[in-house]
């Protein structure tokens, strides 16, 4: 079993930049494909970027060129640096690993972008 915890959430104006990060507790994690989502009240969730093992990245049109994820094989990590934040932002963001057709999730981290 795979568990995943989301960390680096908070309040933060618009405009501003967080860092999310997730730890993954695998020993296949540099080999997993790794993505965030995230979900606002009362909408569907969304993927919002993906990398995979080789490193190739793909991000949702609303976050290109604000949004940068990244991986830590050594330390089975996955990081979301946001920046540029915007109110439509705001949302739980949740980590996610997928392998062989078998997703993980964490437990979500909340994003509030607010004045």
């Known amino acids: 079993q795979v568990q995943l915890v989301e960390s680096g959430g908070g309040l933060v104006q618009p405009g501003g930049s967080l860092n999310l990060s997730c730890a993954a507790s695998t020993s296949i994690f540099s080999i997993m494909t790794m993505g965030w989502s995230r979900q606002a009240p009362g909408k569907q969730r969304e993927l919002v970027a993906t990398i995979k093992s080789g490193g190739t990245t793909n991000y949702v049109d609303s976050v290109k060129g604000r949004f940068t994820i990244s991986r830590d094989n050594a330390k089975n990590t996955v990081f979301l640096n946001m920046n540029s934040l915007k109110p439509e932002d705001t949302a739980v963001y949740y980590c996610?690993?997928?392998?062989?057709?078998?997703?993980?999730w964490g437990q979500g981290t909340q994003v509030t972008v607010s004045k």
């Open positions: 996610n690993a997928n392998f062989l057709r078998v997703e993980y």
